[in-house]
């Protein structure tokens, strides 16, 4: 796969790349991704890819050319480009497998007010990461990117991903590690049995009675 990241804050970005889970699937080859900076792509000497919105207003709103002209410049017959938006429809976990099957993404990041209109008419998809304003995309896009470059083949263990939260209507069992006990507080007699049965019993009651309480909204 191969996303393209457009934004004004390149710097955002490659910083997030360099770590963990996301680099080394860059640098196994699993994914590709690159960062585009729409100030490239101004017409004026001075950079300036924002202006005042007509009709009068606070904020500075980002113009066509830049925006147009980074998106053709990185876009194929095979690219989704996906505008970053608190206005978009609400990214969950079922989008992010949805976009592992894409070949390639295009992430659009806003700033300041927020795009000109017509760039919609360049975009197939509208996100919004959820319901609360951002200072620009660049975090919407880390998430989008994040979240499905960890469900693309090899890069993490699959058997992690089998009972991960969101994947069947259910929530993660809690899990615990060494010592057995810390300040008097224990680790569940069962996870200590060896019995792998009784386990996954107890792990599947744990997922079942937590999603209960914390996210019944999601309970299949
Ligand atoms: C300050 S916001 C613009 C907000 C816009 N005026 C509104 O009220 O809907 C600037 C940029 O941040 C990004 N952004 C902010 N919140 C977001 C969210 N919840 N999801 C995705 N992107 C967001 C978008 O790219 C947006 O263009």
């Known amino acids: 796969m191969r996303i393209d990241i457009l934004t004004l804050f390149p710097d955002i970005i490659s910083s997030y790349l360099k770590e963990s889970i996301i680099k080394r699937a860059i640098e196994k080859g699993l994914v590709e991704i690159n960062i585009i900076n729409i100030r490239d792509f101004s017409p004026f000497k001075s950079g300036q890819v924002d202006d005042t919105p007509y009709g009068g207003g606070s904020g500075m709103v980002l113009m066509c050319e830049p925006v147009f002209k980074a998106i053709d410049s990185v ?101 615990y590690t060494k010592p057995r006990v810390y300040e008097g507080l224990e680790v569940p007699e069962v996870l200590l049995s060896g019995n792998h049965k009784k386990i996954d019993e107890y792990r599947m009651n744990e997922r079942i009675r937590i999603t209960k309480e914390k996210r019944p909204d999601i309970l299949k």
């Open 75 to 175: 876009k194929t017959d095979n690219s989704k480009v996906i505008m970053m938006t608190p206005t978009g429809e609400k990214y969950n976990q079922s989008k992010a497998i949805d976009l592992t099957h894409e070949k390639h993404i295009i992430l659009l990041c806003g700033h300041y007010e927020g795009f000109d209109e017509r760039i919609k008419t360049k975009v197939d998809m509208e996100i919004s990461i959820g319901d609360y304003v951002l200072t620009g995309g660049e975090l919407a896009s880390l998430v989008i990117t994040d979240s499905v470059v960890r469900l693309l083949e090899g890069v993490i263990t699959e058997t992690s991903l089998d009972s991960e939260s969101f994947t069947d209507g259910l929530l993660d069992y809690p899990v």
